[in-house]
């Protein structure tokens, strides 16, 4: 597609669930970034992917959040056990590959977890 | 690690010019930006330093000191839909192309 596609766009779940949120980035970039913005604050990094693999995955909180890639385009951030303090909205954001100018966002999912 | 400092919130008048300060102190510098995002949408590119002095870009310019650890974000002839927060974001040095944001100024502009 033209832009950044995430889904759900919206999301509401109860503490303890699974969830999966899912990015489809521009077509030919290689470098997809995962972030999550809270009300009020700046989108904070959780995982890179250069490719099929995570380059850096420093940003995730615990081991509830995990991201896949498999065929290096469509990537799904999968969050485990959802705690009330995950709610926030999910951006993803492609680039054409690293160090190669700016990141391009999707509008993001945002998560409410009761 | 990164600390990237911006203030909360702004005001000017429609038609004014306005000056968004950005001060960072990161790890690794490869690169600043400011990012424009309207409540509830994604955050859209504005502006790229990576050397010293003055980006400008019709309306909007940005100024970059690495020395001092400092950018600014000018913002000229304001219009209403300008209001919006606008966010400094420091590019790392690693390659990954990774960006580290501040918290953002909400800037509100008023008739």
């Known amino acids: 597609g033209a832009g950044v596609s995430q889904t759900p766009s919206n999301k509401v779940t109860e503490k303890g669930k699974y969830v999966e949120l899912r990015c489809d980035p521009i077509s030919g970039h290689t470098a997809l970034y995962w972030y999550r913005q809270s009300l009020g604050q700046g989108p904070e990094f959780l995982i890179y992917?250069?490719?099929?693999?995570?380059?850096?995955d420093s940003g995730l909180p615990n081991d509830r959040f995990f991201a896949v890639r498999p065929e290096g385009s469509v990537s799904t951030l999968k969050i485990q056990r959802t705690e009330r303090g995950d709610s926030a909205v999910y951006l993803c954001?492609?680039?054409?590959?690293?160090?190669?100018?700016?990141?391009?966002f999707g509008e993001g999912s945002r998560l409410t977890v009761l | 690690g990164q600390n990237i400092d911006q203030p909360t919130e702004m005001t000017a008048t429609e038609g004014a010019i306005v000056q968004i300060n950005c001060t960072y102190q990161?790890?690794?510098?490869?690169?600043l930006f400011w990012y424009q995002q309207h409540a509830g949408e994604a955050p859209t590119f504005l502006s790229y330093n990576v050397l010293d002095g003055l980006e400008e870009k019709g309306r909007f310019s940005s100024f970059l000191s690495r020395s001092k650890g400092y950018s600014y974000l000018l913002l000229k002839e304001l219009q209403m839909k300008d209001s919006a927060s606008y966010l400094c974001?420091?590019?790392?040095?690693?390659?990954?192309?990774?960006?580290?944001f501040g918290t953002g100024t909400r800037l509100t502009v008023i008739p």
């Open positions: 990161t790890s690794g510098f490869n690169g």
């Open positions: 954001a492609s680039s054409s590959g690293p160090n190669t100018g700016e990141l391009f």
């Open positions: 974001a420091v590019r790392d040095q690693t390659g990954a192309n990774n960006l580290f």
């Open positions: 992917f250069q490719g099929t693999g995570a380059a850096d």
